[in-house]
RNA sequence: UGGGCCGUCGACUAAUGGUAGGUCAAGUGCCUUUGGAGCACUUUGUCUAGGUUCGAAUCCUAGCGGCCCAGCCA
């Protein structure tokens, strides 16, 4: 058979192997599978997704996708105790916005029948018994790490009773944890998941997708395996706490002879300032930490989405983390280089202040109104250019003057000549405090012979600042954001403390109102723009018309705060 | 201390017995109408000890270190 891993990969995964495309394409030159590649992407619904489920999605359809399989989105919907159908639509929409498409769309428990027949197989072929050991004696019963377990005295049931038992249990004859049904294995295996695993539990509850139809539900290592089997799932990808599952995996489908899938594990993200467990997250939801699960400092997909990380800069990170066996955690400034030079390649620029002082242009008359033309985005000739609104009175960033300049500072200071980005050079001649001492006003002269930024006698600037016009700028709402946690690990904490004494409390700055160009007035929830010298920013779903709300996406790179921050530190 | 898995620059990851390479981070310089972006250069690595081999990150042995497993969760 024909190779298919000659053909051209697409640009974003022609990278170096790795080891689970080793695996298929030595499964596609054995023809194991029949060249056949499918996968399936299996989330519980019982929350949302996080940046680490980009990964599995990332691996679950792009792999496929790159030998040109199929992948199913599977809802492992085993355990109706937990899970809502809320999670269902909003899982779904993280995945079509990281932008993928499933093939078949399923559920566990459209395969209940099914997996209730194999389960009567394997109590007939004398593989499964009805236990009536509660759950303290199970545990008992199960011996530890280091000492074999201990058959249940129940193991032995005939098999007729095993039958009559189990179709009582769904027959709803017993109230919840009264029996299981187990797999009859090994007490005393080395690997506790062989130790006669429970494979299904009465519960007395209503299944978001069956209703009332079962008060029995079958294990995650019963059904997960059988499910792939149903499906005909080639490679079945999960992460590394699952491969002491593996043998089990393999031996309910081999005592059931379906359709060998097989079980691949890899390292599950893990990243630095970051929490991606779902019991945590939810804490930090629940007791009022961020504003849900949406906020723009969570690792959720709805978060990430909500603070502007363009989805293809999401995947582009994928590609590039790569996937391994090994435990490890990578830096956060890896994922913020994809964001960035994703946004850098497409957000177009525009001028916004965001801490606003008065800048007056005493040379310049007092009504005039020039319209500048500004350069939509540098890396992409195609954006064009825009109109930009220049007058007499300015905003720029309080950051961008210093009475006394230290050394190496290049911005506006007294006597200093500054370019105004696309407009002209101006000199400060004086400024004005308040009684405070606080700076409230600077005043400048203009050049009339720099406009559009160039000077006709050819002498040079060091800096160039943005600035608004006071009369045509916008209000905004801008929300700055930091990490959520101060710690690379949040969980690293002192005795007697958790992750929530890590908390940054600086992770949430709001800045209003800023002054932003007129061209941003009508800005669409959701579009990504990067402000000028300040960073990429994106609009916030509160914004409405008059009510512009933005998110800090991230900030530039800043090699001026580096300056500083050594110089600091030299001192 | 039963079993499983894993150890390569500071971080992540290639090299599939034959030149230890890439990305991020850090640093230096160039360039610049964003102190952005870009470009160039630089620093740092095969857990340890033996063995096999002409040749070992790769194979073998023994250590050491890390992660996971005792839910009727997934």
Redesign the pocket.
């Known amino acids: 058979m024909e190779p298919l891993n000659c053909q051209p990969l697409p640009a974003s995964s022609a990278?170096?192997?790795?080891?689970i495309?080793?695996i298929m394409v030595s499964d596609l030159d054995s023809n194991k599978y029949g060249g056949r590649v499918q996968t399936r992407f299996?989330?519980?619904p019982?929350g949302y997704l996080h940046i680490g489920h980009a990964k599995a999605i990332y691996l679950d359809f792009g792999l496929a996708d790159q030998f040109g399989g199929h992948t199913n989105l599977r809802f492992?919907?085993?355990?109706p105790?937990?899970?809502e159908t809320e999670y269902v639509e909003s899982i779904k929409e993280s995945i079509r916005w990281l932008g993928y498409h499933w093939d078949g769309l399923y559920h566990?428990s459209d395969y209940f029948d099914q997996l209730y027949e194999w389960a009567i197989k394997l109590i007939r072929m004398g593989k499964a018994y009805v236990?009536?050991?509660?759950?303290?004696?199970?545990?008992e019963y199960?011996?530890?790490?280091?000492?074999?377990?201990r058959e249940s005295p129940y193991r032995q049931r005939p098999i007729g009773e095993n039958l009559n038992l189990f179709e009582r249990m769904r027959a709803g004859q017993f109230p919840?944890?009264?029996?299981?049904l187990r797999a009859k294995i090994d007490m005393s295996?080395?690997?506790?998941?062989l130790?006669d695993?429970?494979m299904?539990?009465?519960?007395h509850a209503e299944h978001h997708r069956t209703g009332n139809k079962w008060c029995i539900?079958?294990?995650?290592?019963?059904?997960?395996g059988q499910s792939d089997a149903i499906e005909g799932i080639t490679h079945s990808m999960c992460?590394?706490?699952?491969?002491?599952?593996?043998?089990l995996y393999n031996w309910f489908i081999e005592q059931l002879g379906i359709f060998p899938s097989q079980q691949i594990?890899f390292?599950r993200l893990?990243l630095?300032y970051t929490l991606l467990s779902k019991r945590k997250l939810l804490r930090l939801v629940s007791e009022g930490l961020v504003r849900g699960w949406d906020d723009p400092r969570m690792p959720t997909l709805v978060g990430i989405r909500r603070r502007g990380f363009p989805p293809e800069a999401l995947r582009n990170f994928c590609a590039?983390?790569?996937?391994?066996?090994?435990?490890?955690?990578?830096?956060l400034?890896?994922?913020?280089?994809?964001i960035?030079?994703q946004l850098?390649?497409e957000?177009p620029?525009v001028m916004a202040v965001l801490r606003p002082l008065r800048l007056i242009i005493v040379n310049y008359p007092e009504d005039g109104v020039e319209q500048m033309e500004?350069?939509n985005?540098?890396?992409d000739p195609g954006a064009g250019t825009r109109k930009v609104p220049f007058s007499r009175v300015l905003y720029i960033e309080q950051e961008?003057f210093r009475e006394h300049?230290p050394k190496?500072?290049?911005?506006l200071c007294p006597g200093r000549e500054v370019?105004?980005?696309?407009?002209y050079f101006v000199t400060c001649t004086g400024l004005v405090k308040n009684d405070r001492g606080e700076i409230i006003e600077v005043h400048c002269t203009y050049d009339p012979k720099?406009?559009?930024?160039?000077a006709p006698d050819g002498r040079?600037?060091?800096?160039?600042?943005?600035w608004v016009s006071a009369t045509h700028a916008v209000d905004a709402e801008v929300r700055l954001y930091e990490k959520l946690f101060t710690k690379t690990d949040p969980d690293e904490v002192e005795e007697g403390k958790d992750f929530t004494s890590n908390l940054n409390p600086n992770s949430l700055a709001i800045v209003r109102p800023a002054k932003v160009e007129p061209s941003l007035a009508t800005a669409a929830v959701e579009s990504r723009y990067?402000?000028?010298?300040?960073?990429y920013f994106c609009v916030d779903p509160d914004s409405a018309p008059g009510n512009l709300v933005f998110n800090r996406t991230l900030a530039?790179?800043?090699?001026?705060?580096?300056?500083e921050k050594?110089d600091a530190a030299g001192r």
Do not use: C
């Open positions: 990278r170096s192997s790795n080891f495309r080793d299996p989330p519980e019982n492992d919907d085993t355990n105790t937990k899970e566990a236990d009536d050991l509660s759950a303290d004696q199970i545990r199960r011996g530890t790490l280091t000492a074999p377990g919840n944890g009264s029996r299981t295996s080395p690997n506790l998941n130790r695993p429970v299904y539990r009465i519960l539900y079958p294990m995650y290592d019963y059904a997960h992460t590394l706490e699952f491969e002491d599952h593996r043998p594990e390292d893990n630095t590039a983390i790569g996937v391994t066996k090994t435990n490890g955690t990578l830096e400034e890896m994922l913020e280089h994809f960035r030079e850098n390649h957000a620029r500004a350069i985005n540098p890396e961008d300049p190496q500072y290049y911005r370019r105004l980005r696309y407009a720099t406009r559009g930024g160039q040079k600037v060091k800096s160039t600042i943005h990067q402000f000028e010298r300040l960073g530039l790179k800043d090699t001026w705060a580096r300056i050594s």
